[in-house]
């Protein structure tokens, strides 16, 4: 059929002419990820055997006594440092073992599980037929067999049975079945059983069956009622039974050789869809039988004899990805049987009857080596910007990359982490909205209304098998016509006319587009005595008002680039120079509080105000809580202008009120502390 893709995967080396025409394999055990044990069915000698550096080497001699005749091993299974073998055979090497021995793996030698000849299972119905082990299952220490039988160990137990490891005892499970086991799963306490019988400790069931501990159950009706039919292999995946055999029906939906069983909704469901379920055609006239399943964490593998799989040309062997819910072939396959199936990792064993996998020379043994599943890739996502009353795409196939899926099957989730906030933190925030849109995997970026800043964006995409990528970036929202805000200026101004008064600009106006340096700052004042020096590089106002003496009021507004305005008005006051800090001489008509100089100040500043009369008076500093934090005066004071000094070195950074109280007049005026 020539070269099919994934035939790269199949390892050729285990090419070993060692096995006869008649020879196949009936089991694999991996141990330690690098020793491989195998049992066959093996008319030559070779019945248990283990792959040695290159070639298979031959480990004990199993027969069936007294004929003398050979024996098969149809199981292997690992509890600790021993293999388990099962199968049809009553001796290994010189010693007696009725269809049931282990192998130490360190000693690399036999032993039976108790002396004598009651050392496995028997055949007691008289039917002629010879007593065998099919499948072997192991959970903690309880190892199950399961076969044709009637005693263990000269106990009852009809075709199954458990053996606990710590206690050395066997069980039965109940009353057992009435008909051949082939196949066993074990979950905790819940027992999987399946192959031919219709009763289960006698509770009518077709060919599959669950015990709790205690008791068993059916299964949901189990497999129509072909007398050719049965079960052949169950695996345990993810919660779901997965059971396989000869049926076109099991629990009354159509099912070809294969079906799961969900133990939370009680009801089994087809591997595929319609027709196309399940495992299909004869091979070499065999019926399409599953005779093998095994999971690893991404694919449940089937194996038996059968050509398709789901509409599709398998060859013995698929694998069915649960997610998906696809069937998919191992290359061009092997065939015409396979009988046993065991995953390690990435690493597929099969065994079988076969002489070829993947168009390479494979006698009766082969590896898949399933490659390992690149997740996607992000190349750099780039950063964006945009200005608040717009929005930005971005591609997002054009940053994404994935080796072995179609970038039009990946999904991609994009999420805000955050806003950048003052001291680089990011907060909470929903001022940013991402959306993607499901076909063309472009995402959308809009901010909401005078939300503008820097935020931080994390997408994820996400292959068919569950696979991820996450990139961050970063997104910067510009704000646009926003105007510029002027914060804390503080109300008047006071200094004498022979000196003058400087504020810090810079200090109370902030715009969020524009740099303080770029703005636009504009003076007047109701009176032109008032004269105004701004330095545009720093941010700094000089007032001077050289001989004059009253209350102006100084009108400043500023504008952005947009031509965005704020407006604030302080009231100054100017007055002669008295040249001492108390003049009785001048005398004002009324109470007057004036505005604290300089303002802002670090750490101390001058409170002066003016009693027309003689007064008690009580001045004191409060901060923004209410809270009074200094009391400056309070006594009797001669009418006139008096002053005092403020010192805040105590006291932390911010806005404060000082109060003046006298002969029921109250003012209080606000002052900056900017350490």
């Not at 049992?39 to 248990?48: D, S, V």
């Not at 701004?534 to 504008?559: C, E, M, R, S």
Request: aromatic share 12%; proline share 4%; with cysteine.
């Amino acid at each position: 059929m020539g070269f099919v893709p994934g035939d790269e995967n199949w390892d050729d080396q285990f090419n070993s002419f060692i096995f006869g025409r008649e020879d196949y394999i009936t089991s694999i055990a991996i141990v330690n990820g690098n020793e491989i044990y195998i049992g066959a069915n093996a008319p030559t000698q070779h019945r248990f055997m283990k792959w040695h550096d290159v070639g298979w080497k031959s480990l004990g001699d199993l027969r069936r006594w007294p004929e003398g005749t050979v024996g098969k091993v149809l199981e292997l299974a690992i509890l600790g440092n021993d293999l388990y073998l099962g199968g049809e055979f009553t001796k290994v090497d010189t010693f007696q073992a009725n269809c049931l021995v282990k192998w130490n793996m360190t000693t690399q030698s036999f032993s039976a599980f108790v002396k004598g000849n009651k050392n496995g299972v028997e055949n007691l119905s008289n039917t002629g037929s010879y007593a065998l082990i099919n499948t072997i299952a192991i959970y903690g220490q309880n190892l199950y067999i399961g076969g044709r039988f009637t005693h263990v160990v000269g106990i009852r137990a009809n075709n199954i049975a458990k053996w606990n490891a710590a206690t050395h005892k066997w069980t039965p499970l109940g009353k057992g079945v009435n008909g051949i086991v082939n196949t066993i799963a074990v979950s905790g306490k819940e027992v999987y059983a399946g192959g031919f019988f219709t009763s289960a400790g006698g509770v009518q069931v077709n060919e599959i069956a669950k015990w709790n501990g205690t008791e068993w159950s059916d299964l949901g009706g189990g497999t129509d009622t072909d007398p050719d039919g049965g079960i052949q292999a169950i695996e345990l995946h993810n919660g779901e039974v997965y059971a396989g055999g000869l049926f076109s029906e099991i629990g009354g939906i159509k099912a070809n050789n294969i079906a799961k069983w969900d133990a939370q909704s009680q009801h089994w469901s087809p591997l595929g869809e319609g027709n196309n379920n399940g495992t299909d055609k004869f091979v070499n006239g065999t019926a399409p039988v599953v005779y093998a399943i095994a999971a690893n964490d991404r694919f449940v593998y089937v194996g038996g004899s059968f050509a398709k799989a789901g509409g599709d040309t398998v060859y013995s062997i698929a694998k069915w990805d649960p997610e998906m819910k696809k069937w998919s072939n191992l290359g061009s396959g092997t065939g015409p049987i396979v009988y046993d199936i065991a995953v390690r990792g990435q690493d597929v064993h099969v065994g079988g009857f076969f002489s070829f996998a993947g168009g390479k020379p494979s006698n009766r043994f082969a590896i898949w080596h399933e490659l390992a599943k690149h997740s996607p890739s992000w190349s750099p996502l780039p950063s964006l910007t945009f200005r608040e009353d717009g929005r930005v795409r971005l591609e997002l196939l054009k940053y994404v990359s994935d080796v072995d899926d179609s970038l039009s099957a990946l999904s991609f989730k994009a999420e805000v982490l955050g806003k950048q906030a003052a001291g680089g933190q990011w907060q909470e925030t929903s001022a940013l909205q991402v959306t993607i849109n499901r076909t063309t995997k472009i995402a959308n970026f809009k901010a909401s209304p005078d939300s503008f800043g820097v935020f931080k964006v994390a997408f994820t995409v996400t292959d068919p098998g569950q696979l991820v990528d996450t990139d961050t970036i970063q997104v910067r929202v510009k704000p646009i016509n926003d105007a510029p805000q002027i914060s804390g200026l503080p109300d008047s101004l006071f200094f004498l006319n022979n000196a003058s008064a400087e504020l810090a600009l810079w200090d109370f106006v902030s715009d969020v587009e524009t740099a303080n340096a770029q703005l636009n700052y504009i003076f007047a004042a109701s009176n032109e005595a008032l004269q105004s020096n701004f330095n545009p590089n720093i941010g700094a106002l000089v007032l001077t008002a050289p001989n004059f003496q009253g209350h102006v009021n100084l009108f400043i507004t500023v504008h952005d680039d947009s031509n965005a305005v704020a407006r604030d008005t302080i009231n100054v006051k100017v007055d002669f120079n008295t040249g001492v800090a108390e003049n009785r001489n001048q005398i004002p008509q009324d109470f007057v509080l004036l505005q604290n100089h300089p303002n802002p100040f670090n750490p101390t500043t001058i409170i002066r105000f003016g009693l027309p009369q003689a007064a008690e008076v009580q001045l004191e500093v409060y901060d923004s809580f209410g809270r009074r934090v200094a009391t400056l005066l309070h006594e009797r004071k001669e009418a006139g202008y008096h002053e005092m000094q403020f010192d805040g070195g105590s006291l932390s950074s911010g806005i404060y009120f000082y109060r003046l109280a006298a002969v029921g007049f109250s003012e209080m005026k606000k002052l900056l502390l900017v350490k």
